[in-house]
């Protein structure tokens, strides 16, 4: 067996077009690039939220579509830039991902709170009483509650102040270590990448400019494009 957590093939998708890279298991992979360079289009692929036009995507050596919806999903969690959370309690929320597969038992709620640092006494607020960032964190955790091998984040904290930011980016980070859960995170902050990244993809107008260690990519960036990039946002 290789590594290969997902391996993509010349893979069309709209303004994307054909990419083709491997992500290792435990990477920890950013996708930077400007506006319509296609990142978030490129995030939904990995759990078929869409589905290429073109080429094939490799998911633990396994073609992808051969995985059930559900099942891909449980293991290969989005967290979308703005949380959607549904009608209801947080218990509510957190309990719907494990209720499908009659894996939910009550005393869950309080470890997947102390996840992103909320009490136990939010499991019966509504979701209505919660701040932005919280709201934001309880999405977090109720992606959490599949127990997910994948994350995957689409600007999680371009909504959040600086010290909800520092909060979600804490839960990250401990995921990570001590969860052993991958992450493929797109983000405008460079911070944010440096900070969270092991590898990067640097994308525009839909191709892959730059592929590498992320220390690297923002060091001693081989292209026009991605110096120019850097450049432009102060790096
Ligand atoms: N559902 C859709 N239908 C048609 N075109 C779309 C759709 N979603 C995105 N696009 C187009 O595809 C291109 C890439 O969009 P995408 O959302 O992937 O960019 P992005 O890199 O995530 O940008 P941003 O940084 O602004 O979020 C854009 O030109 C966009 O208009
Ligand atoms: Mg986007």
């Not at 969690?77 to 549904?86: A, I, K, N, R, S």
């Not at 960032?133 to 600007?155: F, H, I, K, M, Y």
């Not at 969860?179 to 911070?191: A, F, G, N, Y």
């Amino acid at each position: 067996m290789s590594n290969h957590l997902f391996e993509l093939s010349q893979i069309n998708k709209r303004v994307v077009s054909n990419v083709s890279f491997t992500m290792k298991e435990k990477e920890r992979l950013v996708i930077f690039g400007p506006s319509g360079a296609g990142k978030s289009t490129l995030l939904h692929l990995f759990n078929r939220m869409e589905d290429p036009d073109a080429g094939v995507i490799y998911y633990k050596d396994k073609e992808l579509n051969t995985y059930s919806i559900p099942t891909l999903r449980k293991e290969v969690g989005l967290v979308l830039q703005e949380p959607h959370l549904f009608p209801g309690t947080v218990e509510d929320n957190l309990k719907f991902g494990p209720s499908l597969f009659d894996e939910w038992s009550p005393n869950q709620g309080e470890k997947l709170l102390g996840y992103v640092n909320l009490s136990k006494e939010y499991l019966n607020k509504d979701v209505t009483e919660l701040s932005g960032g919280q709201r934001q964190r309880v999405s977090l955790a109720r992606t959490l509650a599949n127990n997910p091998e994948v994350l995957l984040l689409d600007e999680p904290t371009s909504s959040l102040d600086e010290q909800n930011i520092e909060l979600i980016e804490h839960d990250l980070q401990r995921l990570v270590e001590e969860e052993h859960v991958s992450l493929v995170l797109v983000t405008h902050s460079m911070q944010q990448a440096k900070r969270l990244g092991t590898t990067g993809i640097y994308m525009e107008e839909g191709k892959i400019k730059e592929h590498g260690q992320m220390e690297k990519l923002l060091s001693d960036p081989e292209t026009e494009e991605l110096k120019q990039f850097l450049q432009s946002n102060s790096i």
